[in-house]
């Protein structure tokens, strides 16, 4: 049938007219009856529906469904029990060919969303392979490429398309998820996937290399700051764990994670000296056996660290290759006698079983002899505990213990549960042969913690459920959930907000302090004494254990016995309930639960994350050297007087933050972690951190000088806590009054007339328009052009300074810092809309108005503060 053709009297093109009409109006109950109408009037409403969606507008820019969608699920709902009007009551093969080829036509990025159904109506899933092979390789050609993934997952063409044409533009575009979807049901597009990367983060490796193949893409410089090793590694990883994959295929990626793993071990032993012998040991031999490239490395940082003595033990230990030795080893080797050159056992006094006076005095004691901890290493001895352990009334302890990986394995493994109760400890060896995978074991441990009359004590016992998890994938099957548990956690965030609320000496805060943590701090500031953490970095996978780290695993059960029982006795003096099991996870503050009551009478929209929050173990996301929130104590501070140093695992958080106008410093890749204390000690910053660098860190700088975020929050999420705490006054003049770049707060604004002319001189505005659509195409929406200002909104007027002309060199087109302005990152089709430009005058970095300053207010609107005369703005 001819598209242009009348059906019945249907005139198509009056009946679109009429229909955009309706959209335009949002008049959805008229469009509605309108189109059904045109649908029953068609002779063949299939090839009719077609001829509406030809004629339907194209790509919008807001999120909203289209009028080809909503014609699709129109047309969808209008054809529910009518008959002839599927594909499978059509009799003519040819028509029915023709059908299909008119609706992939239209699976193009001009028409987004409507692919689903499209392939439903039209059931294109059996049109011939070739065919719908020729339509995607017409996408891959026009840089639809997120068209081209989709189409292929919905046709299941994954395995006759070529994987790196179609996934790396998308990895490229910063769209790994959809990557990752594309390769989930197919296991050598996963391997393809991780080996991919995982030679991305070889050191031989460049970007531009890859760019040149692919180099239609236009790439904004967020999509390729994504490339780079420290993040490309951690996606190797999780995608290693999440599909399965040995970790033998990513020889660059494992290298790496062990050559920073090694890099710290020394740090700890050498440098923070908090590290037994026999600890570093243990992990060292783990991180480079069986790489002699990691051996070197080892042998070439004792001679830094240790001297030649210890790199001559080290290098004759391995056999490391004499060309490969750094100078003196090799002759340090020859000169000292062979028995100088064993590596001997290290004998610790706190490996016997009853330990120093002075160390008895200092911290907490295990009240049980060592005939009261038992390794339970056979099912007979899992027997006598069970039968101990699951009785009514019983209160266990209960703990568990991994190897410290230092980020080199993904998911941690329980190689230890630790049962306590008040005659004896059970240590269970889940690394004993036929004990870890034993139906017994997973059934006897499932049994214990869902036993609503056991009592179950526990400290963080989130992250012990998700190593459960890891060590037994059959507790995901039948998912396990605890009950009759008290996590001490939480009774632990409760002790300290009721010492807070009694205005005297206030302790430090929990997981805090100059020398406690977490449970040790628990147990000093209810027992008297701390935990001695010594052994907690040990080797837990080593077999056999020795006894200091018997003894330590059986200590950390058995506190939480005594601290309960010492709790229990008195709840009120410690400003705790009576009943110590009403106590529940903390996840809002009472200012927040003020700050919601008066949004509910407002009517104004919650927020997406609070202060409150708690992290993936519950505990607080934000934390300080003891500091409360600035909110509290009812001091604010703008943004500009906010000044921090990131860490270089938070340069995402630093980017957010420089948005919403606050001072950050961001430590490179390659900068050492202690960097950050001394740019805060010289410059007055606050240093943001997280993980294990923020227990170094805060003991360089004053209290409460130094924060740990929580890495599992989206950065978005982690700017908003910071503001939050220091209680910074955000206005929208704050929204990007700072270049997220450089961190330059100064502009030169110039105007459309000078920007042209300048493109012109350089020879930048030959691009067609059309190419500038399929530039806009393939960003999917990173960069969005603001048509026009609204009526009742005013120019845009950051809080910033603004620099003269005079800034500007004509000539060279060069800013007062140096740098040339980057022209090339205008694209031509926007002269015409926009009318000023601004310009970093450091980093020569170009920003116009646009959408995407609305996108941030939306992100920061719970800590916005909008006055009257400001209620709209635009964007940089």
């Known amino acids: 049938m001819d598209r242009t053709s009348r059906s019945d009297g249907v005139d198509p093109c009056v009946l679109i007219e009429q229909l955009c009409e309706l959209w335009s109006r949002k008049d959805l109950k008229e469009l509605r009856l309108q189109a059904v109408s045109g649908f029953s009037r068609f002779l063949s409403p299939l090839s009719g529906l077609l001829m509406l969606l030809d004629s339907c507008p194209g790509i919008q820019k807001s999120r909203s469904p289209t009028l080809a969608q909503f014609l699709l699920m129109e047309f969808v709902r209008w054809r529910r029990g009518l008959v002839g009007v599927s594909m499978k009551e059509l ?13 992939l036509e239209l699976i193009t990025a001009s028409q987004p969303g409507c692919m689903d159904l499209l392939l439903e109506i039209y059931e294109l899933e059996s049109l011939e392979k070739n065919l719908l092979l020729e339509h995607v390789a017409y996408l891959q050609n026009r840089c639809w490429f997120r068209e081209v993934a989709m189409l292929g997952m919905k046709l299941r063409l994954q395995e006759d398309l070529d994987m790196e044409q179609v996934c790396v533009p998308l990895i490229l575009m ?21 080996r991919l990367l995982d030679s991305w983060c070889s050191p031989d490796f460049t970007l531009e290399n890859v760019l040149r193949r692919f180099s239609y893409l236009c790439l904004s410089k967020h999509q390729t700051d994504q490339i780079q090793p420290k993040l490309l590694i951690r996606h190797v990883f999780r995608l290693m764990e999440k599909f399965s994959i040995d970790p033998g295929v990513c020889v660059n990626a494992v290298y790496k994670r062990k050559l920073d793993s090694l890099r710290f071990l020394m740090y700890k032993r050498f440098g923070e000296k908090n590290m037994t012998e026999e600890n570093w040991r243990d992990h060292v031999q783990v991180t480079v056996k069986g790489s002699v490239d990691l051996q070197v490395v080892l042998v070439e940082l004792l001679v830094k660290y240790s001297g030649l003595k210890a790199a001559a033990q080290w290098a004759k230990h391995f056999s490391v290759p004499r060309d490969r030795l750094p100078t003196g080893v090799w002759d340090t080797m020859e000169t000292l006698p062979p028995s100088q050159l064993e590596i001997n056992d290290v004998c610790s006094p706190l490996d016997q079983w009853i330990t120093p006076p002075s160390h008895q005095l200092q911290f907490y004691q295990l009240p049980l002899k060592e005939q009261q901890v038992i390794i339970v290493e056979n099912l007979e001895q899992l027997q006598m505990c069970k039968v101990m ?3 009514t009334g019983r209160v266990v302890g209960v703990d568990m213990e991994w190897r410290a990986g230092f980020g080199t394995v993904s998911t941690q493994r329980i190689s230890l549960i630790q049962l306590a109760v008040k005659e004896r400890v059970f240590l269970l060896d889940l690394c004993a042969p036929g004990l870890t995978h034993h139906s017994l074991t997973i059934s006897f441990i499932r049994a214990l913690l869902t036993d609503t009359r056991i009592l179950k004590l526990g400290y963080g016992m989130s992250g012990d459920l998700r190593s459960l998890v890891a060590t037994w994938p059959e507790l995901k099957e039948e998912p396990l959930e605890f009950k ?19 205005g005297g000496p206030r302790p430090v805060e929990v997981n805090e302090g100059p020398a406690e943590k977490g449970l040790s701090l628990l147990v000093q500031q209810v027992l008297g004494k701390p935990l001695d953490k010594t052994e907690q970095l040990s080797n837990w996978e080593r077999r056999p254990l020795r006894t200091g780290q018997i003894r330590y695993a059986a200590i950390d059960a058995y506190c939480l016995l005594d601290v309960y029982l010492s709790l229990s006795v008195n709840p009120a003096a410690f400003g705790l309930p009576d009943d110590l099991l009403s106590i529940r996870p903390s996840t809002k503050s009472d200012s927040e639960k003020k700050t919601k009551e008066k949004r509910k009478q407002t009517g104004q929209r919650a927020p997406q994350c609070g202060v409150g929050c708690v992290g993936v173990q519950d505990q607080e996301c934000v934390r300080g050297n003891g500091e409360e929130h600035a909110e509290e104590h009812g001091a604010s501070m703008t943004p500009q007087e906010l000044r921090v140093v990131c860490d270089n695992m938070l340069q995402g958080l630093g980017r957010y933050l420089r948005c919403v106008g606050v001072d950050v410093l961001m430590l490179e890749n390659t900068d050492d972690h202690r960097v950050a204390a001394q740019i805060a000690r010289n410059e007055g910053r606050i240093i943001l951190t997280s993980g294990q660098p923020f227990q170094t860190l805060r003991s360089q700088v004053a209290e409460g000088r130094c924060l740990a975020m929580d890495c599992s929050e989206k950065a978005r999420d982690q700017a908003v806590r910071v503001l939050k705490h220091f209680s910074v006054h955000l206005k929208p003049s704050d929204i990007f009054s700072r270049c997220q770049a450089c961190n330059n707060d100064e502009y030169l604004k110039l105007p459309r007339e000078d920007m042209t002319q300048m493109m012109n001189k350089r020879g930048l505005v030959q691009d067609t328009v059309q190419k500038q659509e399929d530039c806009e195409s393939q960003s999917d929406g990173q960069v969005e052009y603001n048509r026009s200002r609204p009526p009742d909104g005013p120019a845009f007027t950051p809080h910033c300074r603004w620099a003269p002309r005079s800034a500007l060199d004509p000539h060279s087109f060069r800013v007062r810092g140096g740098a040339e302005v980057q022209l090339e990152t205008v694209p031509p089709g926007l002269l015409p809309r926009i009318p000023e430009y601004f310009i970093c005058t450091r980093c020569g970095k170009v920003f116009w108005e646009g959408t995407h300053f609305d996108h941030v207010l939306a992100q920061f609107q719970d800590v916005l503060n909008f006055s009257e005369n400001n209620t709209r703005t635009r964007k940089l």
């Open 91 to 103: 009799k003519d093969k040819e028509e029915k060919r023709n059908l299909q080829l008119r609706a």
């Open 389 to 391: 352990l699951l009785q």
């Open 174 to 194: 910063d769209k790994l998820p959809l990557v990752e979807a594309y390769v989930q049901d197919h296991v050598e597009l996963q391997n393809h996937l991780i």
């Open 484 to 502: 009759g548990v008290l996590d001490l956690l939480h009774v632990h965030q409760q002790l300290q907000r009721c010492w807070r609320g009694r």
